[in-house]
C-alpha cells in the first residue's frame, strides 16, 4: 500500500513538473508552470466544477451546463493568448474560486446584492487562505496579495463598463455560445482575434462581437437583471438563512460545498419556512406580475450587463456601437429600461416575509 502511495504521488509530482495539455473551451493550451498545475488540480479549483455560473437559474429559468470550472479556465487562456503576465493569469484563473453555492447568491445572503464590491470579492483573500491555495501560491514565491482579481492589479482581467475586460468576454462568449447567438467556430474565431493593447481589448470582428452584445441585452434582460432572477435569488437567500439558523445547512458548506448538495438539502427540507420560499423559487413567475408603479409592492432596479467593445475599423480603434446605429439603438434602450426598474405586485400572502426585497 505505501509502494502504492509513493508511485501515485510520483506520478502527481512528475505531471506538475514537466506539464501537460489543459482542456478548456477554446481548446487544449499547453500549461508547464508547475504553480498553474498545482492551483488546477487543488480541491478549491476543482470545486467550481459543480458551482453553475448562473447559480439559481440554472434551477429555474437556464440550465445550460456552463460551470465556474470551465469560465476560469477560460478566463485564464485568454489573458495567456495575449501574453499576460503570470501573476495576472493566476489572478484570472482565480477570480471566481471564491464564490460560495449558487454564486451570487452569496450577495443576497449577505446584503451585498447593491454593493459596488460584490460578496465573493470581498472574501477572496481569506478564501485563497483558507483553502490553501495561497500556500500554493508562497510555495512557487509568489505573493497572494499580487494575484487579487483587481483593476490595479490585472487591467486586463478587470475593467469598468461599458469596456470588455477577459472576465466579461469569457462569460460572453461562452454563454452566447449555449444561447446559440454563435457558433463554435465563431467563439474560437474571436478567442483568437481578441487582443490587449494599450489597456484595450480590441477585436477586429465586429459582426461576431454585435452577436456578443446581443446576447448580453438578452441575458440582461432575461437572466441576470430579470425580476425573476432579482425575486428568485433574494427568495433561496431567505431559505438558505434559515438553513444555516437551524443547523441544516452549515457555514462552510455554504462557502466550500456544491450547488447540488445545498439545493437538494433545501427542497428535501421540513422546516416550513424553508418549504414555502423554495416552491417561491421553483415557481417564481407565479408569485408576481409587472404592474403600473402605483399599484405596485415595490421597484425593482437591476444591473445593466451590457458592454460596448472597442473595434478595430479602418486603422482606428472605435466603439462598436458608434458604427453599428441599431445595436447603440438596442443598447441604449436596455440600459434605460434597467435604470427605471421593474414594478411589481406580489402574488402570495407572504408578502410578510418578503420585506428585504
Avoid at 85 to 105: K, N, W
Avoid at 254 to 277: A, C, M, P, Y
Wanted: hydrophobic share 40%.
Amino acid at each position: 500500500m505505501k509502494f502504492r502511495f509513493l508511485i501515485i504521488s510520483f506520478f502527481i509530482f512528475s505531471t506538475h513538473l514537466l506539464g501537460r495539455p489543459i482542456e478548456t473551451f477554446y481548446g487544449v493550451v499547453e500549461v508547464e508552470e508547475p504553480v498553474l498545475l498545482e492551483l488546477i488540480d487543488s480541491d478549491a479549483f476543482q470545486r467550481l466544477k459543480k458551482i453553475h455560473q448562473y447559480g439559481v437559474a440554472y434551477y429555474t429559468t437556464h440550465r445550460e451546463e456552463f460551470t465556474r470550472y470551465s469560465h476560469s479556465l477560460g478566463v485564464f487562456y485568454i489573458l495567456r493568448n495575449s501574453d499576460r503576465s503570470l501573476e495576472e493569469q493566476i489572478a484570472g484563473l482565480l477570480h471566481d474560486v471564491s464564490h460560495t453555492v449558487f454564486s451570487h447568491v452569496g450577495d443576497w445572503v449577505f446584503h451585498k446584492e447593491h454593493s459596488d464590491i460584490d460578496y465573493q470579492n470581498s472574501i477572496h483573500e481569506q478564501f485563497l487562505e483558507k483553502t490553501g491555495l495561497s500556500d500554493i501560491l508562497r510555495k512557487h514565491k509568489i505573493n497572494p496579495k499580487h494575484v487579487l482579481p483587481l483593476e490595479n492589479l490585472a487591467p486586463a482581467l478587470e475593467q469598468k463598463r461599458p469596456n470588455p475586460s477577459a472576465d466579461r468576454l469569457d462569460y460572453s462568449i461562452q454563454g452566447a455560445y449555449h444561447q446559440n447567438f454563435i457558433t463554435k467556430k465563431e467563439a474560437v474565431e474571436l478567442f483568437k482575434d481578441c487582443k490587449f493593447i494599450q489597456d484595450k481589448w480590441i477585436s477586429s470582428k465586429p459582426e461576431i462581437m454585435t452577436k456578443i452584445v446581443l446576447f448580453t441585452l438578452f441575458m440582461t434582460e432575461n437572466c441576470f437583471a430579470s425580476p425573476t432572477n432579482h425575486l428568485s435569488s433574494r427568495w433561496l437567500a431567505d431559505a438558505i438563512i434559515k438553513g444555516i439558523e437551524i443547523g441544516l445547512i452549515t457555514n462552510d458548506e455554504f462557502h466550500f460545498g456544491t450547488d447540488e448538495v445545498v439545493w437538494n438539502k433545501l427542497t428535501s427540507s421540513k422546516e416550513e419556512f424553508i418549504q414555502k420560499r423554495m416552491q417561491m423559487v421553483i415557481d417564481t413567475e407565479n408569485f408576481y406580475i409587472l404592474v403600473d408603479p402605483k399599484e405596485s409592492d415595490t421597484i425593482l432596479v437591476t444591473k445593466f450587463w451590457g458592454f460596448d467593445p472597442w473595434i478595430l475599423e479602418k486603422g482606428k480603434v472605435v466603439r462598436l456601437t458608434s458604427i453599428n446605429k441599431k445595436l447603440e439603438n438596442d443598447y441604449y434602450a436596455v440600459k434605460e429600461r434597467m435604470s427605471k426598474g421593474f414594478a411589481i405586485k406580489l402574488l402570495t400572502q407572504e408578502k410578510a416575509l418578503t420585506n428585504s426585497l
